[in-house]
């Protein structure tokens, strides 16, 4: 009789840890945790080209550009931000700021007249920001990517190189509103 209660206690003391990792790995999931191939990393540049530098701070999911120690620009609290590149991508002059990121949703507070509600899924996007007058805005902003970057590069000449997870290599390149695939 000892036994059973012995193993009826370790019965419970087995299901209550299951319980809680399983908890723990359902709020990593729903964090985005799982979704990406997260990097962390500082990129010191001069972003308007007015002779200052600005730096890039990718850490924790999260992208924030400063200048002097100030703010100038910060990834919102619902992206988890996988990588961030700088080049002239637009071949204006200027660097642009490119963000990788996954977020709620195929698309932002406009959808498209065809869609009535947006997703309330995690889905992958690039989107571009530009230096204008101080201030960082967004310059071009992808909806839900398919197939998904696994890596990017830009290239010398501004080209971006995407793999996909369908080990498809893709080149890409602004074409005056945004990226057209060329190969």
């Known amino acids: 009789m000892g036994k059973r209660v012995q ?3 370790t019965l419970i003391w087995f299901a209550v840890c299951a319980a809680g990792i399983a908890g723990f790995i359902i709020f990593l999931i729903r964090d985005g945790y799982f979704l990406g191939r997260w990097q962390n990393k500082t990129i010191v ?9 600005e730096v ?12 002097d120690g100030v703010c100038l620009w910060q990834s919102d609290d619902g992206w988890n931000v996988e990588n961030v590149l700088v080049a002239d991508i637009n071949g ?24 009535e509600e947006n997703d309330k899924e ?3 996007h690039i989107f571009i920001y530009q230096s204008v ?7 071009w902003m992808s909806s839900r990517l398919k197939p998904q970057v696994v890596s990017w590069e830009i290239t ?10 369908k080990e498809e290599d893709t080149v890409w390149m602004w074409d005056q509103w945004g990226l057209e695939r060329v190969r």
């Open 7 to 9: 193993s009826k206690g």
């Open 45 to 53: 540049c001069d972003l308007n080209g007015d002779g200052t530098d």
């Open 56 to 67: 890039v701070k990718l850490a924790k999911r999260r992208a924030v550009v400063s200048r």
């Open 92 to 115: 204006d002059g200027a660097k642009e700021l490119l963000v990788l990121l996954w977020k709620r949703g195929s698309y932002g507070k406009y959808l498209p007249f065809w869609e």
């Open 122 to 124: 995690y889905s992958q």
């Open 133 to 139: 007058e101080n201030r960082i805005e967004a310059l």
């Open 156 to 165: 010398e000449d501004n080209l971006l190189h995407i793999a996909t997870d």
